[in-house]
């Protein structure tokens, strides 16, 4: 079935459950504000951060909310989202990020990469790396970033690093080897999932977002999708496109306990 079918069904005005939402209008639940808030709260101390979260939870679209609301004058946020790159071509990546022409070799990858945040220091900008995936970075990485937040015989604090990852970053970052990084990281958060009042009121929030103000989704069906989900935001999206889908062709109005259940049932043979 097109999604125009099912759009017209329900009358909504847009697809409720796509990711193509502008960051302005990102719902969040208080758990996950709380968490845009610490974030910006280290970086005012100019400070660096771990985050972490299972797949699915969030974690994007509270970095976007953090875009989002990160002070344009005195900022500049960098993303950085392939992680798995060496240390060279991770300094190169870094490198065409921030605008800069890359070098040939790591010394001079790594010492323009500096010489960028010292400049921005004297322009009272305060860089921020916001490093996506970083569970997967390599260990040659993960050796040198702590000398990338050295500045002024670590007196210096003018550079804000935000490392994002599944669960194991943290593990991996708790090891002795790392312990130079880990120190440094002085803000360690973590993204849960959403609660079943979340879930409830995330479901109620895109369906309205899409221009529908009545019910669309029973109670029955909201704690099926939370059990299911676990109140990961993603597997939400889909199995709430798809339960709209089923129940379109059913002719219902009214997205019921039985439907998601099959459409979960489904999804679980796919997958």
């Known amino acids: 079935m097109s999604s125009t079918a099912y759009l017209a069904h329900f009358g909504f005005k847009e697809a409720p ?5 502008p960051d302005a209008e990102l719902w969040l639940p208080t758990s996950k504000l709380a968490v845009v808030d610490a974030l910006l709260e280290a970086l005012d101390e100019r400070a660096s951060v771990v985050l972490v979260g299972e797949p699915g939870v969030g974690k994007t ?3 976007r909310a953090l875009r989002h609301r990160i002070p344009a004058a005195g900022f500049k946020l960098t993303y950085c989202h ?3 790159l060496g240390r060279r071509d991770f300094y ?7 605008g800069l022409t890359p070098a040939a070799t790591s010394g001079s990858l790594f010492y323009a ?12 900008v305060h860089p921020v790396f916001l490093l996506d995936e970083a569970h997967l970075l390599q260990q040659d990485t993960l050796d040198h970033l702590h000398i990338l937040l050295n500045y002024g015989w670590d007196s210096r ?14 593990e991996r970052l708790a090891l002795r080897r790392n312990r130079s990084l880990y120190s440094r ?11 079943p009042e979340d879930t409830t009121e995330y479901l109620r929030m895109r369906v ?6 009545r019910e669309v989704f029973s109670s029955d069906a909201s704690v099926v999708l939370h059990e299911a989900t676990g109140g990961a935001m993603r597997d939400l999206d889909r199995l709430c496109a798809a339960a709209l889908r089923e129940t379109t062709r059913k002719k219902r109005k009214l997205v019921e306990r039985d439907v998601v259940a099959r459409v979960i049932e489904a999804d679980t043979r796919d997958h």
């Open 82 to 84: 392939n992680a798995t």
């Open 157 to 170: 604090a003018i550079l804000s690093l935000i490392l994002v990852g599944l669960p194991e970053l943290r």
């Open 92 to 98: 190169r990546q870094l490198c065409h990020a921030l």
């Open 185 to 195: 990281l002085h803000h360690r958060l973590e993204i849960a999932a959403l609660t």
């Open 17 to 21: 459950f796509s990711k193509e939402i």
């Open 208 to 213: 309205t977002r899409a221009g529908v103000e």
């Open 113 to 124: 990469v500096t010489r960028h945040v010292e400049d921005r220091a004297a322009e009272r």
């Open 61 to 63: 679209c509270v970095l």
